[in-house]
Nanobody
Framework: QVQLVESGGGSVQAGGSLKLSCAALRYTYKNACMGWFRQAPGKSREAVATIYSDSGSTWYVDSVKGRFTISQDNARNTVYLQMNSLKPEDTAMYYC??????????????WGQGTQVTVSS
């Protein structure tokens, strides 16, 4: 059974950094759009960044451009999200997601359980 397992969340001061990891277990890492979503209390879940497995092409929501970097290690079936210059507005539960098909992400076939990121001022 496919499972996405996130790690790396935590609490940091504004301006700090965190790196999230998403390990895709029992998953064929090919022709897949991988990404990170986040959801803060009272807000809708929003896509933060995506990366295409085969080409490495990336996309970012405007609010994180220049601060976040999504990357992947195909051999390890792992997706990363490096988050720098964190702001309190980045506080949310972050979810790994996978769509079995090319980007853009049209449907989420698999969700991770989420990892909490808290940024204090």
């Amino acid at each position: 059974q496919v499972q996405l397992v996130e790690s790396g969340g935590g609490s940091v001061q504004a301006g700090g950094s965190l790196k999230l990891s998403c390990a895709a277990l029992r998953y064929t890492y090919k022709n897949a759009c991988m990404g990170w979503f986040r959801q803060a209390p009272g807000k809708s879940r929003e896509a933060v960044a995506t990366i295409y497995s085969d080409s490495g092409s990336t996309w970012y929501v405007d609010s994180v451009k220049g601060r976040f970097t999504i990357s992947q290690d195909n051999a390890r079936n792992t997706v990363y999200l490096q988050m720098n210059s964190l702001k309190p507005e980045d506080t949310a539960m972050y979810y790994c997601a996978a769509d079995r098909g090319p980007c853009p992400m049209e449907r989420v076939d698999y969700w991770g359980q989420g990892t909490q990121v808290t940024v204090s001022s």
